[in-house]
């Protein structure tokens, strides 16, 4: 887990889960994030990922995972199962530096949301994520009203 960088507080976009194994690619992810009103989660595999959600009685509650593919220990398809298993409601974004349009095409019937290719520019990222968190807390506000 990295350092908190500490910005003035304000309200809160809502909790994103950034699975990644490379320290380089999440600091930065992290960086936009926090700068755009994001609190942020960081994993480095999916098995971080997994812990840091728990299933049980008082899992971590986050409104949208972003997650990369190709990671040591559990890689990025056995968490996003997980994901889709455990919290079906939780948009899952897909980033990966290996483009493969046949992994995409199942990934998305696994129930990804988004399939970004690295690099992607900070305005694409914020863009997707934003309306991933918008729908999944309209989704969530339909349920608890």
């Known amino acids: 887990?990295?350092?908190p960088l500490?910005?003035?507080?304000?309200?809160?976009?809502?909790?994103?889960?950034?699975?990644d194994d490379e320290l380089p690619i999440r600091?930065?992810?992290?960086?936009a994030l926090l700068q755009a009103g994001y609190e942020v989660v960081e994993a480095g595999d999916g098995g971080e990922a997994i812990t840091a959600l728990g299933?049980?009685?008082?899992p971590l509650t986050v409104d949208a995972i972003l997650c990369?593919?190709?990671m040591p220990r559990i890689n990025g398809i056995d968490a996003i199962h997980f994901f889709r298993t455990h919290f079906p409601s939780i948009p899952v974004i897909v980033l990966t530096g290996y483009p493969d349009c046949d992994l995409a095409i199942t990934l998305m019937k696994m129930g990804v949301r988004d399939y970004l290719v690295k690099p992607v520019s900070r305005q694409d990222l914020l863009r997707v994520l934003k309306c991933a968190v918008d729908n999944h807390t309209l989704f969530k506000d339909q349920f608890v009203a």
């Open 1 to 3: 887990m990295s350092e």
């Open 6 to 19: 500490h910005l003035p507080a304000r309200a809160s976009e809502g909790r994103i889960l950034v699975v």
């Open 27 to 31: 600091k930065p992810i992290r960086i």
């Open 55 to 58: 299933d049980g009685d008082n």
């Open 68 to 70: 990369d593919i190709r």
